[in-house]
């Protein structure tokens, strides 16, 4: 049973990092469902981002693909730029690209690998919602953006440090930049997930003893799937959310309610 509906403004536009993979690709493909023209950011899989894209023109909706590193400020800039040509402006923003944590203890773990974990999963999500502000607020308009962060944004394990000190700036990043623009009608929000069916998890989905033994875990009985999560993002753009700004909305089964059970 539908009870609210989640459209967009006719001229909305969206850019979706890590747009060629799991939670990124299908929210690129909801939205543009939605009608929303979207520009999918992606890293390496040009056929996987051409195909997805593809899968929105041949639904009737607007969408291209862009190489783009999040971790690099020229990259997002032309990624940005590249969305203003096509389709006039960038107003919805989701920062999905990420990398998984390295499962080093710290005291082993390289320099290069903190830095790499820290430049794509903070200081992508800082660049491009930089860009997007900078053109939103001389442009006079409102917006809205979901940095994708993780249930570990909150809930550290051993062998993520990288991962969890890269989340947890993530939540300090979303919090802050909603209340700097509230007053613009800009809203920031952050979602965490816990098990997510997507290629982050290519481990479990590729041993069925492994996806049993983690789903046991989870007080919900299952991992949750991409799309299940491109719902909640969907709504959290849509002006149905519009009074939702500066807050993290968990979307994991009450995984992350198990952290301190058991003694
Ligand atoms: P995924 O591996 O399917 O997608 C991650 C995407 O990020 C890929 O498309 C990859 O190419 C892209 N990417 C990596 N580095 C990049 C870079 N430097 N520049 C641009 N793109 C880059 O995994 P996913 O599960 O869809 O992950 C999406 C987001 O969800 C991530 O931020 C991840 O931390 C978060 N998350 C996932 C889970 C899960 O269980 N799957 C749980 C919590 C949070």
Redesign the pocket.
């Known amino acids: 049973m539908a009870y609210f509906n989640i459209s967009f403004d006719n001229a909305s536009v969206a850019i979706v990092?890590?747009g060629?993979?799991?939670?990124?690709r299908a929210t690129a493909i909801k939205l543009g469902r939605a009608g929303v023209p979207v520009v999918l950011?992606?890293?390496?899989?040009s056929v996987a981002a051409n195909e997805a894209a593809s899968t929105i023109v041949d639904g009737g909706g607007k969408a291209a693909a862009v190489r783009?590193?999040?971790?690099d400020e020229q990259a997002v800039e032309a990624l940005f730029h590249f969305a203003e040509q096509r389709f006039g402006k960038v107003d919805l923003l989701v920062n999905?690209?990420?990398?998984?944590m390295s499962g080093v203890m710290l005291r082993d773990m390289a320099l290069a690998q903190f830095d790499r974990m820290i430049r794509?999963?903070l200081y992508?999500p800082f660049l491009s919602c930089r860009r997007m502000v900078r053109a939103l607020e001389s442009a006079g308009r409102g917006g809205r953006i979901v940095n994708?962060s993780?249930i570990h944004e909150r809930a550290p394990r051993p062998g993520g440090a990288d991962y969890d000190a890269a989340k947890g700036g993530l939540a300090q990043l979303t919090a802050t930049l909603a209340l700097e623009l509230a007053p613009k009608h800009i809203a920031v929000n952050g979602i965490a997930?816990?098990?997510?069916l997507?290629?982050?998890?290519q481990s479990a989905l590729d041993n069925p003893q492994e996806l049993q033994r983690k789903e046991a875990a989870i007080p919900w009985g299952r991992a949750g799937m991409?799309e299940e999560v491109a719902d909640l993002i969907l709504f959290l753009l849509s002006p149905t959310a519009d009074y939702i700004t500066g807050t993290t909305v968990t979307i994991d089964g009450a995984l992350s309610l198990t952290a301190a059970q058991g003694a």
């Not at 060629?20 to 990124?24: F, H």
């Not at 950011?41 to 899989?45: A, C």
């Not at 783009?68 to 971790?71: E, L, M």
């Not at 999905?96 to 998984?100: C, D, E, T």
Request: without cysteine.
């Open positions: 990092t890590g060629e993979s799991g939670i990124g950011g992606y890293l390496s899989d783009a590193d999040v971790s999905s690209a990420g990398l998984n794509v999963d992508g994708v993780s997930p816990g098990m997510i997507t290629p982050m998890n991409p």
